[in-house]
C-alpha cells in the first residue's frame, strides 16, 4: 500500500515546475492529487471538490496569497489540513499555527519529510 493512499489533496503553487513535481511526488504516493496556480484558484478548488482531505499551500503567490486563501478557508468552515509550504522562515517567528496552517514544510521540499507530515496530520 502506498503512504497517501485514499488521500485527496490540493497542491497550491505558482511555480509551474514546483506544482508538477509536488503532483508527481503526491501521486507517485497513492493520493489523487488537484492543482491551483494561487490562492483564489486554492478556494475555488476546495469549493468545488468537497472530498478534498488536505491541501499543501505556497505562501507567495499572485491574486490571493496563500496566508489569505487559508484564513478565507477557515472561515468557511474547511477543517481539513492546510500545510504552508514556503522557502520563507517568518512563518516560524509569526506562528503558522495562529495563521490557519495545521504545518509547515520548508522549501526546497524533502518528499519523505513532506509525506510524513501529511500522513500524521491526515491521521489527526
Do not use: W
Not at 497542491?11 to 491551483?36: F, I, M
Not at 468537497?50 to 496569497?65: A, W
Not at 514556503?86 to 509525506?115: C, M, N, Q, R
Amino acid at each position: 500500500m502506498k503512504d497517501l493512499e485514499g488521500a485527496v489533496l490540493l497542491v497550491a503553487e505558482d511555480v509551474p515546475v514546483s506544482r508538477k513535481l509536488l503532483k508527481r511526488l503526491l501521486t507517485h504516493q497513492g493520493a489523487v492529487v488537484h492543482v491551483a496556480a494561487d490562492g483564489q484558484e486554492a478556494v475555488s478548488c476546495v469549493n468545488a471538490n468537497p472530498g478534498i482531505t488536505g491541501v499543501l499551500m505556497d505562501i507567495q503567490m499572485p491574486n490571493m496569497n496563500g496566508i489569505d486563501a487559508t484564513r478565507l478557508l477557515r472561515n468557511q468552515g474547511f477543517v481539513q489540513p492546510i500545510v504552508a509550504v514556503t522557502a520563507a522562515t517568518e512563518l516560524e517567528a509569526e506562528g503558522f499555527d495562529a495563521l490557519g496552517f495545521s504545518g509547515y514544510i520548508p522549501k526546497p521540499v524533502i518528499a519523505t519529510d513532506l509525506v510524513n507530515l501529511i500522513r500524521s496530520l491526515l491521521a489527526r
